[in-house]
């Protein structure tokens, strides 16, 4: 184990919840400044979401979480039922910033869940005790993705050996998490145990997660990784300089296709080309078994400006037809693996997820 390897622990916290308050590591603005904002209204955190200052499946479901309470923490004076309808509709209002991450509503329906079963069990209940409960509930799901991550890492931490070149896409790190991350997790603890091997990172056009976020974090944490744009990826695989690519997932269905950062299913079908195992870092609250097979996953579409842009400058010329679909569904059959917190799941997937985990 070497002590002075791995820092990702000193990495600016992605969520915090003090006080009542949420405050948010700004990712928009990272690389160049580490900004964090207190979140000061529901409104507020519906935006942070949409716009990327928080991102990555289980960082926005922790976001959700907390951001629910600020629709209902002023409303506790309300009869039990009107509480609830309230939270009900905050909880709608914020799984509306974004579709296609299963974990946002995963954890709004978490919550709204616990606040149902206060009501019908306890008669007596009112609404200071469900929001204090509701904010105990908040508080474990944003720890228990701590140790969720830290079992993927432990459980994926044997594939990444001794001279490997690794690839992600996008940033499902320390950023996109409580901590550690999820691809980034066997990452992080291989380099701990003194495991010398390279990481490329994806750019990840058009909002450039690889190349702002997980080249820095991996960076900041003395990670050996190396930034290529998306269209090198095929080059390095062809030069033998990638021997396994582990990548995050935004919502698996039942089937095991997987919707993740677009360009994902690109760079499994290089890596199906040249013999390249994929894993998908997947914690169990990104699997979606009511949705059945990658068909069925509702895809976002952003702003056209995110392709007609780079930073401040115009790329693309005006009044372009334009498509940015932000992710892709890599098919299962792609797959080699979901690294989970209950250890690599292998196919047939249909049958073992739902062995594992229901
Ligand atoms: O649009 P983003 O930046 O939220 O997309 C993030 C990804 O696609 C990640 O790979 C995914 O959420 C997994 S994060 C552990």
């Known amino acids: 184990m070497g002590e002075n390897r791995s820092s990702y622990t000193s990495l600016a916290k992605t969520l915090t919840w003090q006080d009542g308050f949420l405050t948010l590591l700004d990712q928009t603005l990272l690389p160049g400044e580490v900004v964090s904002e207190r979140q000061e209204s529901i409104g507020q955190v519906w935006d942070s979401i949409k716009k990327l200052k928080v991102r990555g499946a289980p960082a926005i479901g922790i976001a959700g979480a907390y951001g629910v309470l600020y629709g209902i923490k002023d409303k506790t004076d309300l009869p039990v039922a009107e509480f609830l309808d309230q939270l009900k509709k905050s909880a709608a209002y914020l799984d509306s910033s974004r579709p296609t991450a299963v974990n946002l509503s995963w954890a709004l329906h978490r919550m709204v869940a616990l606040a149902e079963m206060m009501v019908s069990e306890k008669q007596s209940v009112d609404s200071v005790i469900i929001y204090k409960l509701l904010e105990e509930e908040a508080v474990k799901i944003h720890e228990e993705d701590k140790i969720i991550c830290r079992n993927i890492g432990l459980n994926g931490k044997g594939l990444v050996k001794e001279g490997m070149g690794v690839l992600t896409h996008c940033n499902a790190g320390s950023l996109a998490t409580s901590e550690l991350g999820t691809a980034t997790a066997p990452i992080y603890l291989a380099h701990e145990d003194g495991v010398e091997f390279r990481v490329f990172a994806d750019e990840t056009r058009p909002l450039l997660q690889g190349a702002r976020l997980t080249s820095w974090e991996l960076q900041q944490s003395g990670v050996d ?24 997932c935004d919502r698996v269905a039942a089937n095991g296709d997987t919707a993740n950062k677009i360009g994902t299913m690109g760079v499994a079908i290089l890596a199906k080309y040249f013999n390249i195992p994929v894993y998908v870092a997947c914690p169990s609250s990104t699997i979606d078994f009511n949705t059945d097979t990658g068909d069925d996953i509702v895809i976002e579409e952003r702003d056209p400006e995110e392709v007609t842009f780079f930073g401040e400058r115009r790329t693309g010329p005006e009044g372009i037809k334009v498509r940015n679909p932000a992710f892709d569904v890599t098919p299962y059959e792609l797959i080699a693996g979901f690294i989970t917190e209950k250890g690599i799941i292998r196919a047939p997937f249909r049958e073992n997820l739902i062995k594992t985990f229901t």
């Open 225 to 248: 990784v190396t930034l290529i744009t998306d269209n090198m990826a095929a080059f390095m695989m062809s030069k033998r300089e990638i021997d396994l690519a582990i990548v995050g």
